[in-house]
């Protein structure tokens, strides 16, 4: 009896702890990014908010970028497209121009602004990656 009871508060426990242990939901981009309010993200507010997470991405201020980095961002081989110089790190502006490639690729109506669905495609959430 007293085995069946541990189960029984066992379940209980998990089903109350289940919302606490989920993963915290992401803020929607647009909220978080448009600061224009009008409901889609434009180049020059993808690109704010990249050069917000560079400057964190760079703990010890050195103006770049190395591999260790941008760790699941950008993997080595997009690192060496983005590298012109070809000496391992990346700038604020070979970094922001990888988010303008990747906005491009993620805005395929041409219409220079993101919306929600064109965030969640896969160009779209590779942008993110680059801006959150």
Do not use: C, W
Not at 102 to 125: H, I, Q, V, Y
């Amino acid at each position: 009896m007293k085995s069946r009871g541990l189960v029984v508060l066992t379940l209980v426990a998990i089903a109350f702890s289940g919302p606490a242990l989920a993963a915290p939901k992401r803020a929607d981009p647009i909220k978080t990014f448009d600061t224009d309010n009008d409901g889609t993200l434009d180049l020059a507010e993808v690109k704010k908010a990249a050069s917000a997470l560079f400057a964190k991405l760079d703990p010890d201020h050195d103006g770049t970028l190395d591999a260790r980095e941008v760790r699941g961002r950008l993997n080595a081989k997009e690192l060496a497209a983005a590298d012109p110089d070809r000496d391992g790190t990346l700038t604020l502006d070979e970094y922001l121009a990888v988010v303008e490639q990747r906005f491009n690729a993620a805005n395929p109506d041409k219409d220079g602004t993101l919306d929600a669905k064109e965030l969640r495609s896969p160009a779209g959430r590779a942008l993110l990656r680059l801006m959150r």
